[in-house]
């Protein structure tokens, strides 16, 4: 059974970064993909960014590249988002998935991956 496992929120200011990240555990980790995903109240769940980790090729929703960047080391089974220049909007609750198969693409979306962590918070705030 996958178990990714989030950590890394925390509240920031506006202009900020923070360093999510996601370990993967209980599954051949290179043959997974990995996505990251966020919530805010009273808001649909919409994809970030996800990376296939064998090859680590990067998909990313349009208006988050180039703030938003997904990485992994596949020494620590753990992907991260890195994030820049958070802005208010960004609040929400940062959610990591996993998807078996070895299979990734772009414009995945909530019902393509399988396996789901609890989540970490993110608060941009002055």
């Known amino acids: 059974q996958i178990q990714p496992v989030e950590s890394g929120g925390d509240s920031v200011q506006p202009g900020g970064s923070l360093r999510l990240s996601c370990e993967i555990s209980g599954y051949a980790y290179r043959t997974i993909c990995v996505g990251w995903f966020r919530q805010a109240p009273g808001k649909e769940r919409e994809r970030v960014a996800n990376?296939?980790?064998?090859?680590?090729?990067?998909y990313y929703a349009g208006s988050l590249r180039g703030r938003f960047i997904i990485s992994r080391d596949m020494t620590k089974n753990t992907v991260y988002l890195q994030m820049n220049s958070l802005k208010r909007e960004d609040t929400a609750m940062y959610l990591c998935a996993a998807r078996t198969g070895g299979v990734c693409w772009n414009t995945m979306g909530v019902t393509d991956f399988h396996y789901w962590g609890q989540g970490t918070q993110v608060t941009v705030s002055s």
């Open positions: 990376i296939w980790v064998d090859n680590g090729y990067t």
